[in-house]
Nanobody, 125 residues
Framework: QVQLVESGGGLVQAGGSLRLSCAASGRTFNGYHMGWFRQAPGKEREFVTAISWNGGDTYYADSVKGRFTISRDNAKNTGYLQMDSLKPEDTAVYYC??????????????????WGQGTQVTVSS
């Protein structure tokens, strides 16, 4: 089993930045793709970004490309999501997830087996 704990959420003004962390415990972090998803009130959970197990490949939703950066430190069992130029439409609960992803299905939430509890990000206009 893998336990994931997100941190770093909060309230920020539009144009500001936040850095989310996702700390894994219970099993090796290495070998898993890591993804970040978000869910706004009244909306379905949506893919934000993902990174391959060794950090060699990254993927971004069009809505965050150029503003968000995903990274990971396998030695620390921790992943990160740097969010810059935040917009009010980025307001959501952000979840990190781990999974063994194949066939390019990094944006498919059901393919991730482990999830954190989520952290709230609120961007004011």
């Amino acid at each position: 089993q893998v336990q994931l704990v997100e941190s770093g959420g909060g309230l920020v003004q539009a144009g500001g930045s936040l850095r989310l962390s996702c700390a894994a415990s219970g099993r090796t972090f290495n070998g898993y793709h890591m993804g970040w998803f978000r869910q706004a009130p009244g909306k379905e959970r949506e893919f934000v970004t993902a990174i391959s197990w060794n950090g060699g490949d990254t993927y971004y939703a069009d809505s965050v490309k150029g503003r968000f950066t995903i990274s990971r430190d396998n030695a620390k069992n921790t992943g990160y999501l740097q969010m810059d130029s935040l917009k009010p439409e980025d307001t959501a609960v952000y979840y990190c997830a781990l999974g063994r992803i194949f066939g390019g299905r990094y944006a498919v939430a059901h393919d991730y087996g482990y999830w954190g509890q989520g952290t709230q990000v609120t961007v004011s206009s």
